[in-house]
């Protein structure tokens, strides 16, 4: 069984026993991380949607992220990783909700942001928290990572709470 498959099985245990719903809000990861959860049976019991945000247009009108975050932090930041999880939150029926945006290539670095740039976001409630990740390889390397991150960090969040 795979590390994905794993983590996704651990997380909708841990989800379901709470009786939480999860919502997904992806950039880079492509609905990957969505994928992972949904090709576990019953997911519906504790996974309610995922949203998959590319354009900056899609994040400010499916997720209410602020213009004013994008044109001050870019899309591939904190401050946007965390103004995606609080839109999935306020735009589903979800009690925790985790976001990915990042830089996966092999186009798109910016001075400061290389390639394999990840940006994550987990909300329990009202508290979200972030994390800046710097992974290497190609760009399927950067999205299976990054997937793997997303799920493992919300399983670590949640056995801390």
Same mark, same amino acid.
Not at 62 to 82: F, M, N, R
Not at 97 to 115: E, F, M, W
């Given at each position: 069984?795979?590390?994905?498959?794993?983590?996704?099985?651990? @997380?909708? @245990?841990?989800l379901k026993q709470r009786?939480?719903m999860?919502?997904?809000?992806?950039?880079c990861?492509?609905?990957?991380?969505?994928?992972?959860i949904t090709d576990?049976?019953?997911?519906?019991a504790w996974?309610?949607c995922g949203f998959?945000?590319?354009?900056?247009a899609?994040k400010m009108?499916l997720?209410?992220?602020p213009?004013?975050t @994008?044109?001050?932090?870019?899309?591939?930041s904190d401050?946007?990783?965390?103004?995606m999880?609080q839109?999935?939150?306020a735009n589903s029926?979800?009690t925790?909700a985790l976001?990915?945006t990042g830089?996966?290539?092999?186009?798109?670095?910016?001075?400061g942001?290389p390639?394999g740039?990840?940006?994550f976001?987990?909300?329990i409630?009202?508290k979200?928290?972030?994390?800046?990740?710097?992974?290497?390889g190609d760009r399927?390397a950067?999205?299976?990572?990054?997937?793997?991150?997303?799920?493992?960090g919300?399983?670590?969040? @949640?056995?801390?709470d």
């Amino acid at each position: 069984m795979s590390d994905i498959i794993v983590l996704a099985t651990e @997380l909708g @245990l841990l989800l379901k026993q709470r009786q939480w719903m999860l919502s997904t809000t992806e950039s880079c990861t492509g609905g990957g991380v969505a994928a992972a959860i949904t090709d576990i049976a019953g997911s519906s019991a504790w996974f309610d949607c995922g949203f998959v945000t590319y354009s900056n247009a899609a994040k400010m009108r499916l997720l209410q992220v602020p213009e004013s975050t @994008l044109a001050a932090y870019g899309a591939v930041s904190d401050e946007t990783a965390a103004a995606m999880c609080q839109g999935a939150l306020a735009n589903s029926q979800a009690t925790v909700a985790l976001s990915t945006t990042g830089i996966a290539g092999p186009d798109g670095a910016v001075p400061g942001k290389p390639v394999g740039t990840v940006y994550f976001g987990w909300a329990i409630g009202d508290k979200v928290t972030t994390q800046r990740m710097q992974f290497s390889g190609d760009r399927q390397a950067v999205r299976a990572q990054s997937v793997v991150h997303a799920l493992q960090g919300m399983l670590d969040r @949640l056995k801390q709470d």
